[in-house]
């Protein structure tokens, strides 16, 4: 855990880049299987063509699970809980063959315990086209070093 950022490293205003990944119909289909979503719109090629958006798209759930993944380690962050998802909107449709990356900001933060500091993250996928597809905000408790002795995360 040592190249990893505590809570007195960060600071607001702080961003991140992830590294991306390329949406593809076996990701969708392997999503569909393990949620039990089986909407058309996600896996029925024939039923999406009926669509505004001709085609089909990967479920919005999908991207906010690569959100949680991709930024995961964009900060690699001591990170003790995952506590809320403060808000999140899903502005644009995800397609097969589109390449998502996170784009990660410390928005807020608060100390509020010895051990644990909460911090706000306000995080976006883009697209390959640096197209905003999902925005919002997740709250953490991060880990605040304490000791100059010993283990990090003890107390002298």
């Known amino acids: 855990m040592k190249d990893r950022l505590t809570f007195g490293d960060l600071e607001v205003g702080q961003q991140w880049t992830s590294s991306s990944r390329t949406i593809t119909e076996t990701d969708v289909i392997n999503f569909a299987n393990s949620t039990g979503d089986h909407n058309p719109l996600h896996i029925d090629h024939e039923f999406a063509r009926q669509t505004p958006y001709r085609q089909p798209i990967a479920h919005g759930l999908l991207g906010l699970a690569w959100v949680a993944g991709l930024g995961s380690n964009s900060p690699k962050v001591d990170t003790m809980a995952f506590t809320a998802v403060r808000s999140w909107e899903f502005s644009r449709p995800l397609f097969f063959g589109d ?12 100390d509020n315990a010895k051990r644990a500091g909460r911090v706000i993250w306000g995080l976006q996928l883009l697209n390959q086209r640096g197209e905003v597809t999902q925005h919002g905000e997740f709250e953490t408790l991060v880990r605040v070093q304490v000791a100059q002795c010993g283990h990090p995360y003890e107390a002298s």
């Not at 390449?99 to 608060?110: A, C, N, R, Y």
Request: overall charge neutral; cysteine-free.
């Open 99 to 110: 390449t998502v990356h996170v784009l990660t900001e410390v928005v807020g933060k608060q």
